[in-house]
């Protein structure tokens, strides 16, 4: 519905200003849609083996089609040969081609032309993705997908919806983008203040409120950032003393479920018969520096010990279904012992807008380090972009869609109901705020005052 009034929208523009300036700046996904793709489709068709020839990749055919060339199609000249064109499909957002390589072509030799591509076929860019051996997907965008976000309806070809799989933003080549814990099972988010962090974090709780998991938060600031999260939340803690005494019960619980798969001689939580599994648990840790900073000298022994039950459970519990999302502002060496052990185990990441290089290099540095220039580059005006990486050396710009706190604590009342009671955890079971009232009548009225 929302398509058909934007598109109405469109058409009286046209009609009354006459303008395709204004189409495609006010909606850009329909403008691409009935003018833009096209254009881009036929300028494509007409000009792939020009443009393939120019950017150097076409190469000499095999000796036996050069031998047809000559004897069958009786033609002496034999001329180089670009990648077969398998697919050509429009998407509201851009265009998806399907190539097949030929001999001597590797994917890292189209993906250093790309800059190339994207200007000959008049795109907004080109990411190459290779989908098997010898196959290659050109993703072209037809516009800046990232300056209005609104998530696809569908997931990645390929990807298919899953326990621990959530949609949490919008990548730069118009595919979503998910945390998939069952592959990725533990991450580190970054970011400076005002930088999209929190909204990236409202995403992900919102689209794990609807899955029937158990979340478990961890917030030092006094729960500011978590508290309206509390009716879907199993545990909870505010403090550091809190902190402690919970990542104690999750280590414990830990230690029970390898108990249990040593049981059934099973090695991972997923081979356990559905009827004795236990619920995947997802620990959300906002500001993490606040566990590893200590004010006094008695105060180091909680820490150190905090920090150790944070490394066990980063090190072996993605086997029993606990997972890691670890969020702060900068984490590294200088948080103190412990903290770039930590670190090497969260191998998801994604790292906002950053006050200084060193702070991306420690997000990004280690597993793709070509990403670290793009997360300096983050305009400040465009709060929720980041750059998402992983341990495979993979990267690639993404955001967030605007969600407001009410709208993620609503999502967690509307899903309380899918909150997991887990004994161990009991303890830190969260009180329940009661829901806010819009238009409260006050008990006692005014008494106006008189001179």
Same mark, same amino acid.
């Given at each position: 519905m929302s398509d058909l009034v934007t598109a109405l929208e469109v058409t009286g523009a046209l009609g009354a200003a006459g303008g395709l300036g204004y189409a495609k700046a006010r909606a850009p996904r329909v403008f691409w849609s009935l003018v833009g793709l096209p254009v881009a489709r036929v300028r494509f068709m007409v000009t792939y083996r020009a443009t393939m020839d120019v950017c150097?990749?076409?190469?000499?055919?095999?000796?036996?089609?050069?031998?047809?060339?000559?004897?069958?199609?009786?033609?002496?000249?034999?001329?180089p040969v670009?990648?077969?064109?398998?697919?050509?499909?429009?998407?509201?957002?851009?265009?998806?081609?399907?190539?097949?390589?030929p001999a001597g072509l590797e994917p890292a030799d189209v993906a250093a032309a790309s800059e190339r591509l994207r200007h000959a076929w008049g795109v907004h860019s080109v990411h190459v993705i290779e989908t098997k051996p010898g196959f290659i997907e050109l993703r072209m965008t037809g516009y800046d997908v990232l300056r209005r976000v609104r998530m696809p309806r569908r997931l990645p070809r390929g990807l298919?919806?899953?326990?621990?799989?959530?949609?949490?933003a919008l990548r730069e080549d118009g595919t979503a983008f998910v945390r998939d814990y069952r592959k990725i099972p533990h991450a580190l988010t970054l970011g400076a203040n005002q930088s999209g962090k929190s909204m990236y974090q409202r995403n992900l709780i919102a689209g794990l409120a609807k899955l029937p998991v158990g979340l478990v938060g961890i917030?030092?600031?006094?729960?500011?950032?978590?508290?309206?999260?509390?009716?879907?939340?199993?545990?909870?803690?505010?403090?550091p003393d809190e902190a402690s005494g919970l990542l104690d019960a999750l280590v414990g619980e830990m230690e029970d479920r390898f108990d249990l798969l040593s049981e059934y001689g099973v090695a991972d939580l997923w081979d356990l018969p559905s009827r004795v599994r236990p619920v995947p648990l997802v620990v959300l840790v906002d500001e993490v520096a606040e566990l590893f900073l200590t004010a006094a000298k008695k105060d180091e022994e909680r820490r150190d010990k905090m920090v150790m039950q944070m490394i066990r459970l980063a090190q072996m519990a993605r086997a029993v279904g606990i997972y890691l999302e670890v969020c702060g502002q900068r984490f590294g060496s200088?948080?103190?012992?412990?903290?770039?052990?930590?670190?090497?185990?969260?191998?998801?990441?994604?790292?906002?807008?950053?006050?200084?290089?060193?702070?991306?290099?420690?997000?990004l540095g280690d597993i793709a380090p070509d990403a670290v220039f793009?997360?300096?580059?983050?305009?400040?005006?465009? =709060?929720?972009? #980041? +750059? &998402?990486?992983?341990?495979?050396?993979?990267?690639?710009?993404?955001?967030? $869609? @605007?969600?407001? =706190?009410?709208? #993620? +604590? &609503?999502?967690?009342?509307?899903?309380?109901?899918?909150?997991?009671?887990? $004994? @161990?955890?009991? =303890?830190?079971?969260? +009180?329940?705020p009661a829901e806010p009232v819009a238009d409260a009548v006050p008990l006692v009225k005014p008494v106006p005052v008189t001179e």
């Open positions: 150097g990749l076409t190469v000499q055919p095999s000796r036996l089609r050069a031998f047809m060339v000559r004897n069958v199609a009786r033609r002496p000249d034999v001329q670009p990648p077969q064109v398998r697919r050509v499909r429009g998407s509201s957002t851009g265009m998806n081609v399907t190539l097949r390589l298919a919806a899953g326990p621990l799989v959530v949609p949490v917030d030092c600031k006094r729960g500011v950032e978590q508290r309206g999260y509390a009716p879907r939340l199993s545990a909870f803690a505010v403090t200088d948080l103190g012992k412990g903290a770039t052990m930590l670190r090497a185990q969260l191998t998801g990441r994604t790292v906002h807008r950053v006050n200084d290089k060193q702070t991306a290099e420690m997000g793009a997360v300096t580059t983050i305009p400040p005006d465009r =709060p929720g972009v #980041a +750059v &998402a990486g992983d341990s495979s050396g993979r990267w690639s710009r993404i955001r967030t $869609p @605007a969600m407001t =706190p009410a709208e #993620a +604590v &609503a999502v967690c009342r509307q899903y309380a109901h899918l909150t997991p009671h887990i $004994p @161990a955890l009991e =303890p830190f079971r969260p +009180v329940i």
